[in-house]
């Protein structure tokens, strides 16, 4: 073998393990928690979930919680967090409505909702239901 046709070789050889090796390289990293939060057994039908990653607050991620209090919150801080909640706002456009469902306002603060979860490294989805009493 002649070193033009070893060189082609050694390339048809190497070029699937460098694909391999690079094609799917961000993806490892994202990391999803979702859940569903409850107030009394039931599903919190609106409001905001917030993961407080640090005790100054600026490592945090937020997201809306939706139908039947789901939730699903992209690339949240990792390891151990606080967690709040605000319950669901009152309805836009009718004048001294009062929302859906009033949560009690401990919910609402990192140091007093009493919420925790341990973000595991390593990405992946995750699930956590909260529950609210």
Do not use: W
């Not at 993806?27 to 905001?48: F, Q, S, W």
């Not at 151990?80 to 605000?86: P, Y």
């Not at 609402?108 to 909702?113: F, I, L």
């Not at 919420?115 to 609210?132: C, D, K, P, R």
Request: net charge neutral.
């Amino acid at each position: 073998m002649n070193s033009h046709n070893m060189a082609i070789c050694i390339v048809i050889i190497l070029t699937p393990i460098t694909l391999t090796a690079t094609g799917c390289s961000n993806k490892t990293d994202e990391t999803k928690v979702t859940g569903i939060v409850r107030y009394k057994g039931e599903p919190l039908p609106g409001g905001t979930l917030t993961f407080f990653g640090d005790a100054d607050g600026k490592n945090q991620a937020r997201t809306l919680i939706g139908p039947g209090g789901t939730f699903q919150l992209l690339n949240p801080p990792r390891g151990s967090v606080k967690i709040t909640v605000e319950g669901p706002s009152p309805p836009s456009g009718v004048e001294g409505a009062k929302p859906a469902v009033v949560i009690p306002v401990k919910y609402a603060n990192p140091g007093t909702s009493g919420l925790t979860y341990t973000v595991v490294m390593g990405g992946g989805t995750q699930t956590h239901n909260i529950e609210l009493e």
